[in-house]
């Protein structure tokens, strides 16, 4: 991933905080008819140190987990808020002129060699901790436990762990800081009158950034 010094983000509890915020990953493997792209919730670990494991499962009829090559790195793209950022609202579009459209957007990428793990208690595991993580927030969360054991059983029966010792991890926040602050001042205020719920949430990051950079 191309990614200037002043958008590049290293801070491993950032990166980590994204990958718990957004876990559904475009995972992108190389198999035998070529490149291949899944859409695959992953669940982010610390250990072991540096940059931890991705852990997760796939449909026992999907063919990744018998085709991937196991012998390349695999690639887990965790996708953040993203908006179109208008030359509109920049201050100096009224000084200069000298301004162009661009987009805002925030990612993280992940790589390592792919794990497949065919084993019904790992599995079971996995599926708990996955959806503790994201029932966590509602007022009564649904537990792996509140289904009957045997339609647990059954649908675990049909399905293939895959996890991710990652070995490397990227992270990208482009979010104006190569703007003046009069023109970041000008984004956020553009974005945050916008409906759309990115569009909120990256006006908040272009805000963050900016304060940050002071």
């Given amino acids: 991933m191309y990614s200037p010094a002043h958008f590049d983000e290293t801070r491993l509890e950032v990166l980590s905080e994204l990958i718990r915020a957004q876990p559904l990953a475009t995972f992108v493997t190389q198999c035998p008819q070529g490149l291949n792209a899944d859409h695959i919730p992953l669940q982010w670990h610390s250990e072991p140190a540096p940059f931890g494991t991705l852990r997760g499962h796939v449909a026992r009829a999907n063919p ?28 100096t579009k009224a000084e200069t002129g000298r301004v162009v459209p661009t987009w805002n957007y ?8 792919l ?6 208690r790992w599995l079971r595991q996995q599926i708990e901790a996955l959806t503790a993580q994201q029932e966590a927030g ?44 009069k023109n970041r001042a000008g984004v956020v205020h553009g974005l945050a009158a916008s409906a759309a719920s990115d569009s909120q949430a990256m006006a908040a990051c272009v805000a963050e950034r900016g304060k940050q950079s002071q």
């Fill in 64 to 91: 990744l987990w018998r085709e991937a090559d196991r012998t390349t790195d695999v690639l887990a793209v965790f996708s953040g808020p993203q908006a179109y950022i208008t030359p509109a609202w920049y201050a």
């Fill in 115 to 120: 794990n497949v793990i065919d084993d019904p």
């Fill in 138 to 181: 509602l007022a009564v969360p649904w537990q792996v436990d509140d289904a009957p054991n045997d339609y647990i059983d059954t649908l675990l029966r049909n399905i293939v762990g895959i996890e991710i010792i990652v070995t490397k991890l990227l992270g990208k926040w482009k979010v104006s800081q190569n703007q003046p602050a």
């Fill in 106 to 113: 925030i990612a993280v990428h992940a790589s390592g060699r």
